[in-house]
């Protein structure tokens, strides 16, 4: 059998002895992290909660890359988030909120993370307002959330979102058609108009374009084109006193007595 020497075992003492006394500094240094860290996300949150949200950022900064994984760590993924949506800083949010929905175990955080990406979403379509591609992508998202959370306490906020998104997306398919109306180019204007029936049917918008269909008609030299449609699409209005303003726009412009204030309201 083998056996250690007198000066064997010496060496081996002093190895145990280093390898322990490294062993306390290791959990000395990973206590004193944790203390720090705590310490930064205690600072962190009496910021926010002061609205001071750029400090606040900083210090949710520091916990997310010196301890990444922790629990503290994931919990100041979220309110980093936070602190940028109120920031206005959309974006940026959006991708820390989505971060923490990687990581995170919260489901009630997670839920409303989700709600807050579409909310960025929203947002950043609003500060470019014709970014098309990015409204239909925000009514995906509210879409996505309503059917993955339908009893959702955010899904009454999520639908007056989508309401808004495709109002503002009949109103520049409107523009558009009228923008033809006024180039003369009617049978473009109708085409466009026909679009918000199609596709934004339930919107403020949908009446107009009703009218300013007849409207084309009759301008383009089809008075009763012009008449057949609104009688044919009555029922198809959603105000009556819409459908009564287009018989008389229509009546007024066939007997050649459209009026300043008329004509300023279909040309406008």
């Known amino acids: 059998m083998f056996r250690l020497t007198g000066k064997g075992m010496r060496h081996r003492l002093i190895y145990l002895t280093l390898f322990i006394l490294l062993m306390a500094g290791c959990a000395k240094d990973k206590t004193a992290i944790e203390d720090d860290l705590t310490g930064r996300f205690d ?45 206005k800083n959309y974006p940026e949010a959006a991708v820390e909120y989505e971060r923490y929905i990687r990581y995170s175990q919260d489901p009630e955080k997670i839920e409303l993370a989700r709600f807050r990406v579409c909310e960025c979403a929203v947002n950043s379509i609003m500060s470019y307002q ?67 029936l199609d596709s934004y049917y339930d919107t403020d918008y949908a009446d107009e374009a009703r009218i300013s269909i007849a409207f084309a008609y009759i301008l383009n030299g089809d008075t009763d084109k012009a008449a057949n449609y609104l009688i044919e699409n009555k029922n198809n209005f959603h105000s009556a006193e819409k459908y009564e ?15 300043l204030k008329e004509y300023i309201r279909l040309y406008r």
């Open 130 to 196: 014709k970014d098309q591609s990015g409204a239909l992508t925000s009514l995906n998202r509210l879409q996505e959330f309503i059917e993955d959370y339908p009893a959702s306490d955010y899904i009454p906020e999520a639908e007056k979102y989508i309401a808004k998104i495709r109002n503002d997306l009949a109103k520049k398919e409107y523009e558009t058609g009228r923008l033809y109306l006024k180039l003369e180019e009617y049978d473009s204007a109708i085409i466009y108009f026909n679009s918000v």
């Open 43 to 87: 600072k962190a949150m009496k910021l926010y909660e002061k609205e001071k949200y750029a400090q606040a950022q900083i210090e949710f900064e520091y916990i997310t890359m010196n301890n990444p994984g922790s629990k503290l760590a994931i919990l100041s993924e979220f309110y980093l988030a936070e602190a940028l949506l109120n920031q």
């Open 245 to 259: 303003e287009g018989l008389r726009l229509s009546k007024d412009t066939m007997d050649g007595k459209l009026s």
